[in-house]
């Protein structure tokens, strides 16, 4: 149901002198409705991400709690619920305490701006790409204050590393969203979805290889979890919360998978359109699940990077690749477009044609740029001290 | 209603909305944190009337050792907010060079179709100008090995 049609609903039942309650009632239902639908589906999500990770290395998961371990998120919450709750004496109590709540408020409200219907919600603010952008970005703040308010060494590295990671990948995340900016015309998720006569993913496929690889870096899971790299770090930058605290943590990093998917579902995959008889909203959720699966996938695919190489494709890979991208992308929109500004299918299946091509060769430009070895650090070779023994023996 | 005061009105609408959605969101973390507390309250600090009382179903129970920090099992050495390498500083302020590139980006990436329809290449060709300009300077960064995390 979309907001004017509960407003509208509400409206029908009080004198108009009030109708600015009725705007806060519906505004309140639907944002309590949207928020807790968003957190009932991390809860699943996490025990399918917990489950499909076994399955991935051949064990089976949480299975014991309710049908195939379904309930297993609840027991987890009441467990935390009522676990002590430690502070350590020397941390920063205030900042401490609101460090969780910063990092799980950005990403629900990432929700306002997603449009899940075709006139969903509060889908209609007219800067949505950059609200998204500016709101995410405050999960640095969040992660730096945690790593700071804990006074622990490995909670203070994991921050400053998260910091300086998440603050690399925006640059490219932003820079790949500018390619759609400049087809959709506008900054609104509404007419991104709405301009999308073929979808973006194959109209700019770099955009989105870059998107989602700068997305998975944000919201820090492998392979860039360098924020709380557990075999070198203890856990980052939440080495020293526990309980109900910790939950919050958890809950906001199990979220920020589904907010990349539903962003990336939006801008990339065409929302809410589909094939006609099934509803839009079948489809944008078949859509954010794939997504999901897709980045669930690499997660347990690829081993974690090192710092130095993160660090080294963000700006020597991503940066120059989401440039060459939106470049292209205005080049052939200017060449391209009618005389009234907009654009046809036909071209749109031409600038798939050129883009495609534009993508395997810019990628393995910057490939043979930067080389395998060329992302590394570089050591001279040193001589075994072992075989200097063999050798001196063998004289 | 004239023009402006709709569109007045419609922008706040649309911030309204934001601004009580924002404070749900916030409500939801705040309300997680108040329910564990209330959990670790005493018994006959807090009853509710007829309502019954808050059971302590969380243990608080500090020491000494609990309330340290963690440090691999012996006592933190040397200070825990201290230095930090310079390269932190040196990614932080060419990301903020290019952050502003791309906020500089945004508008002109939006009205890119319908400007380049009255004014032709010239709009293309400024951005073009911008762009290479920072290239120029992403190329020096990288010579000067300012990208290096080393």
């Known amino acids: 149901m979309s907001f004017d049609q509960l407003y509208d609903l509400l409206d029908r039942f009080v004198p108009e002198s009030i109708d600015w309650m009725v705007f806060t009632v519906t505004a309140l239902i639907l944002s309590l409705a949207v928020i807790n639908a968003m957190v009932l589906c991390t809860a699943l999500y996490t025990w399918f991400e917990r489950r499909m990770l076994g399955r991935f290395q051949s064990r089976i998961g949480p299975n014991r709690w309710g049908p195939f371990g379904l309930l297993q998120p609840i027991a987890d919450v009441i467990k935390l619920l009522v676990k002590e709750d430690v502070i350590p004496v020397v941390a920063d109590r205030a900042v401490f305490t609101l460090a969780p709540v910063v990092l799980l408020v950005p990403a629900l409200m990432v929700f306002i701006v997603i449009p899940f219907g075709e006139q969903s919600f509060l889908g209609k603010l007219n800067v949505g790409v950059l609200f998204i952008l500016g709101v995410t970005g405050v999960n640095t703040l969040a992660i730096i204050m945690g790593g700071w308010a804990s006074r622990n060494k490995y909670a203070l590295f994991g921050a400053m590393r998260g910091a300086a990671m998440l603050i690399s990948y925006e640059v490219p995340m932003a820079l790949s969203l500018i390619g759609v900016i400049i087809l959709a015309g506008s900054i609104s998720l509404v007419d991104i979805v709405s301009s999308q006569g073929i979808f973006y993913i194959l109209v700019q496929p770099l955009a989105f290889l870059v998107f989602m690889a700068a997305a998975s870096a944000e919201m820090s899971r492998a392979p860039f979890d360098m924020i709380e790299s557990e075999s070198e770090l203890g856990a980052g930058y939440h080495t020293e919360y526990s309980g109900i605290k910790y939950a919050i943590f958890q809950l906001a990093e199990f979220m920020a998978p589904l907010v990349t998917a539903a962003v990336a579902t939006v801008v990339f995959l065409g929302g809410t359109k589909g094939i006609d008889p099934i509803p839009g909203q079948v489809w944008f959720l078949l859509k954010a699940f794939s997504v999901v699966f897709v980045l669930l996938w690499v997660r347990a695919t690829w081993p974690r990077l090192r710092v130095d190489q993160i660090m080294g494709f963000a700006w020597k890979g991503l940066f120059p690749l989401s440039v060459i991208n939106f470049f292209v992308v205005a080049v052939e929109l200017f060449v391209l477009q009618e005389p009234d500004g907009t654009i046809t299918n036909q071209s749109m299946m031409i600038m798939t044609g050129i883009n495609w091509v534009v993508m395997v060769v810019s990628i393995v430009l910057i490939a043979t740029v930067l080389g395998q070895g060329k992302l590394q650090h570089k050591l001279p070779p040193q001589p075994s001290s072992l075989a200097n023994m063999a050798a001196s023996e063998g004289d | ?150």
């Open chain 2, 1 to 150: 209603m004239g023009g402006e005061a709709a569109v007045l009105d419609d922008y706040f609408r649309h911030y309204g909305l934001v601004a009580i959605f924002t404070a749900v969101a916030v409500a939801v973390p705040v309300g997680m944190l108040l329910v564990s507390w209330a959990a670790s309250l005493n018994v006959d600090k807090l009853t509710l009337g007829g309502f019954g009382s808050f059971v302590r179903v969380r243990p608080s129970k500090p020491d000494d050792v609990k309330m340290s920090i963690y440090e691999c099992g012996f006592e933190t050495l040397s200070g825990t907010w201290h230095r930090f390498n310079f390269r932190f500083y040196s990614f932080a302020l060419i990301f903020v060079v290019f952050d502003v590139e791309v906020v500089f980006l945004f508008p002109w990436a939006a009205s890119f179709g319908i400007l380049s329809t009255q004014f032709g290449i010239f709009v293309l060709a400024e951005m073009g100008l911008f762009i290479a300009i920072l290239v120029v300077g992403w190329l020096y960064a990288w010579r000067k090995g300012a990208l290096e995390w080393a």
